[in-house]
């Protein structure tokens, strides 16, 4: 019995741990230069905007990304490398998996914390595509 109850905590302490992961509304467009290097000005100069992304970020438990830490999990946890950096004025992601040394996805994130400006950068072994934009805190956990 004693068993059954500490499997159950190993599944379930570490959900608990996922409360303080806050939801992002990103309202992205391509970068101009496609080198990444746009600067919130000259976001603020484009009026097209044709993404919306969302973006997760849990400072204490190290996670800022495209998916949530539970999605993550739930998909089975894998990457070959990730990092996480944060200062006064900004956060930093890095995360990449690669298979037999083929790129499968890399994702660098770089969020301002007090403008909420966001610089997006997903790589695949065929293809890399640069987003800017800005991010607000979520409202809702989910509409539906």
């Given at each position: 019995m004693n068993l059954i109850i500490y499997?159950?905590?190993?599944?379930?302490?570490?959900?608990?741990?996922?409360?303080?992961?806050?939801?992002?509304?990103?309202k992205l467009n391509y970068g101009i230069s496609g080198e990444n290097d746009e600067t919130d000005i000259e976001f603020r100069n484009l009026s097209i905007i044709d993404q919306h992304q969302i973006f997760y970020l849990d400072i204490e438990n190290q996670w800022l990304s495209v998916e949530s830490q539970e999605d993550f999990i739930e998909g089975g946890g894998k990457n070959s490398k990730s990092n996480f950096l944060k200062t006064d004025s900004t956060i930093f992601s890095m995360s990449y998996l690669e298979n037999n040394g083929t790129l499968i996805r890399k994702n660098i994130i770089e969020l301002n914390r007090y403008t909420g400006f966001v610089k997006h950068e997903f790589r695949t072994s065929v293809e890399t595509i640069y987003r800017t934009g800005t991010c607000s805190?979520?409202?809702?956990?989910?509409?539906?």
């Open positions: 499997v159950a905590l190993l599944f379930i302490l570490p959900l608990t741990a996922l409360t303080n992961e806050k939801i992002l509304v990103c805190l979520s409202k809702n956990k989910k509409l539906f």
